[in-house]
């Protein structure tokens, strides 16, 4: 049996209930890709139904179908090319005469529409009783009932969806009225337009020209009469704004909500009922003058506990859990390159990036929950003012508050952003913040080289972190990102409980999309980088060096064996200055082994650009492997040291401060600046990468080396004048 | 009355007519006509207080208005008025009296607003200027007097303000929406029609965004955007 398919567009306002009416019609059958050439999401999922096969397509948010936002072209596009067989519009029942307006341009579009009266029982609390069979007949569509998060009406919207497919092309249309002066005007532009056969319906065209729509003037280009067409809708606007003494928008709108009005009257009763309304009295608690800012650092602080503190338990499981396979395989494969291969490169990658998902997770439930619950937008409403002022926005301050936690998952949190740019800034400016991940360096230099300062340096860091966001946020925000910005008017929706299944499927959602488009990337990349730290193998530098050290422990021994008997006192020095031989023996032999790999080239090679900021080569190399993680460039340190592994470092701290490597506190200083500032890791670029495009994580990575360096330069060079 | 001091007395001002009195002097004259209506005698203490300003100022300045024949004034005595003096705080005072009209009742601002706003102007209007603005006052109350409909029109419209100036818990109608662009395509779609009522919920902690809500929803915006929004308060 073949079974048929069906594709319907959902399509709704913001906080219409989209997502939870999406979920339940679809399940957890899901995918999500992007919409070609754009960074904004595609979800699909799937409905069978009395043999047919429903595919939902969910489409952006829209308070409209105007061509102002890219999430607004997007659902347009999809209507005029992809030629749905249905547009599902859900309405909020509750809300009905603004999210009708989104109906009409549906309406005008001439798309084929089926309206899900979706929250109808929050609709009945408020008094509202709608007569369904009158709305449907005055709207000319199919009007079902639903609520998504008590699944109910989900059937019935699924039975319409099939009748209506049954009966095509059984829908009437209907034309949005108005009046006789727009209606010649629009007559006469179909007309012109009727002539040349368009790809799309004329009257639509006609009154979005009226209205100056760019798109659709882009739209009319290949019609051979073009010109004329355009310049009679000029003298139609201007002509129509001088009869009705107001611009032309204006008043096309105001006869769109009069048509809904009316519709309204005839379909809706509401009877005043006493209304309690919650939202108003917890608003009044959230967004008081004198708690609502404490209460959203405690929030803020619990979600952040919550991610990186509680999701440590997890990442420690998965790490050991990571080393038990390692060992496992080391212990089945045997000893040699291939070895090397599976338990390093490959089973330490797929680590690396499974490290990420418990933060991921926790950080998902959170937001969503914050989001579901009405919470983010009343967040966004508080911090608006600070964030506007360096060109943000209200919701820009979650994502970066994670930061600090890790830039990962921050970087992704972004997505509660609507507007494109306000999300690229953003995410732009998150590497600033001082990730967890960089904070054993600061532990390390600062307890090195100013051990009484230490704390005081590690918040001059952070805080540094800080004030170059913010510089950077203006300073994009008046170059590269400069533009109209986008109006903040944001609805704040009234409090909901969600559903636990919204929640997690969100959750899923964002750790299932970060295993498939991250986590090949940073897995194909991290192996790539362990093959340039291990290659080419310098076996001839360890023979050589081996063979040192055995000959020196030999000659020790003979001297020791000598002076033992007569001098027990000599020996003993002869001792300890055979461990510092020894120790001067390891470490040349790494430095020289890691000298010979790739990335020791690498790193020898970039040298010579770090050298003015006072960093020693041991250094240099540590931050070219360091773009891998910053965890990477104490444990680089470690092994370029011949630090033995013990938990506070100290031997390595011993090492650093010895004057003969070279390190200064300013170089130290120098340096914790450049590894807070440089390219945060390869996860991060990644993340970049794929949430705002490859082109930005590009110039992300220029753009933090060289902050890095200048600031690091400058910071190096007036520290060795005070120190 | 709140007077203020200027920064420098001697610097008079070239564009009034009576130019040879500086805004300061001018206010000087002005209080001691106000007082003379209100008290028997004036003393150098009354004017103090009632500039709020020193009394060796107060001395040095009517030493000055002394010397151009506008006071009557000794050490220690009480302060009087030539008939000259009398004369140029009369046509200040008059100034000032129909400014403050002016403000008050065609423009529809506050008392206190209206008399600030006077206390500025009335130094700085040629004669032609306020004479010309007299009569338009004048015939504005005769037009009132009538009963004329443009009257109760010039009322609504000065009734008019910007949604940011509705303060915390008021009601205002949406007059019409000002600009073009992304902000009032967004407001239009969002039902910000004339004629509907916004109820401005409350300012944020740090005065911006605004809190409102309209048609049963609940909506933030910013101060800035806010201004495009004028409405007439409930």
Known sequence: ?????????????????????????????????????????????????????????????????????????????????????????VVDAGNLERNLYLTTQLIEIEAPVIIALNMIDEAYDKGLTINTEKLSELFSMPVVPTVGTKNIGIQQLKDSIVDSYEKHPLQRKIVIPYGNDIEQAIQTLQNLIENHKPEYPSRWLAINLIEGDSDAEKKIQSLPNADAIVKTSYSIRNKLSQTFNDDIETVLSDMRYGFISGALKEAVRKKPVKRHDITQKIDSIVLNRYIGFPLLFIMLFILFHLTFILGQYPQQLIESGVQWISNLFANIIPGGQLQNLIVQGIIGGVGSVIVFLPNILILFLGISFMEDTGYMARSAFLMDKIMHGLGLHGKSFIPLVMGFGCNVPAIMATRSLENKRDRILTVLINPFMSCSARL???????????????????????????????????????????????????????????????????????????????????????????????????????????????????EFNRAIVTVQKENPEKAKILH???????????????????????????????????QPLGFNWQMGVSLTTGFVAKEVVVSTMGVLYHASDDESNQNLSKKLINPRYGITPASALAFMIFVMIYIPCLATVTAIAREIGTRWALFSIVYQIFVAWIVSFGFYHVARLIL | MRMRRRGNPF????????????????????????????????????????????????????????????????????????????????????????????????????????????????????????????????FYKQEQHDGQTWINRLDSAMEEMPLSLIKEGQQAEIVRILGSGPLKKRLLEMGFRKGETIHVIKYAPLKDPIEISIKDFLLSIRVEEANYIIVKPL
């Open chain 1, 1 to 89: 049996m073949t079974k048929k398919s069906i594709t319907v567009g959902l399509i709704g306002n913001p906080n219409c209930g989209k997502t939870t009416l999406f979920n339940a019609l679809t399940g957890a059958r899901q995918k999500v890709a992007n919409w070609a050439g754009v960074t904004v999401e595609r979800r699909e999922g799937f409905s069978h139904h009395k043999g047919y096969t429903i595919k939902v397509v969910d489409l952006p948010g829209a308070y409209s179908l105007t061509s102002f936002s890219m999430e607004e072209l997007i659902t347009r596009q999809f209507i005029l090319n992809d030629k749905p067989d249905f547009i599902i519009n």
């Open chain 1, 440 to 554: 054993p360096v600061y532990i390390l230099f600062a307890g090195t080289f100013f051990p009484n300062h230490a704390g005081l340096i590690i918040l001059f860091i952070y805080a540094l972190g800080i004030f170059l966001a913010f510089i950077s946020a203006k300073l994009f925000n008046n170059t590269i990102l400069k533009g109209e910005s986008m109006p903040f008017v944001m609805e704040l929706p009234p409090y909901r409980m969600p559903t636990v299944k919204t929640i997690l499927i969100h959750m899923w959602d964002r750790a299932s999309s970060y295993l498939r488009k991250m986590g090949g990337i940073i897995l194909a990349f991290s192996i790539v980088i362990w093959v340039l730290s291990e290659y080419p193998k310098p076996q001839h530098i360890e023979q050589k060096y081996d063979a040192l050290i055995e000959q020196t422990r030999l």
């Open chain 1, 576 to 610: 300890d200055k055979y461990n510092l031989a020894l120790d001067d023996l390891e470490i040349q032999k790494r430095q020289e082994m890691i000298k010979y790999t790739f990335i020791g080239k690498i790193g020898t090679f970039i040298y010579p650009v770090l």
């Open chain 2, 11 to 138: 610097n008079f001002n070239q564009t009034n007519d009576n130019s040879f009195l500086s805004p300061n002097m001018e206010d000087y004259m002005e209080n001691i006509a106000l007082l003379l209506k209100e008290n028997d005698v004036v003393r150098v203490k009354d004017i103090a207080k009632k500039l709020n300003i020193k009394m060796p100022s107060v001395t040095a300045a009517l030493q000055k208005l002394k010397e151009k024949g506008l006071v009557d004034y000794e050490k220690y005595g009480h302060v009087q008025l030539t008939s000259k003096g009398k004369e140029i705080a009369d046509t200040i005072y008059e100034k000032h009296s129909f400014l403050t009209e002016f403000f008050k009742n065609i423009l529809s601002m506050d008392q206190k607003s209206a008399e600030d706003q006077a206390c500025k102007l009335e130094h700085h209007l040629s004669n032609d200027a306020s004479i010309r603005m007299q009569r338009f006052v004048e």
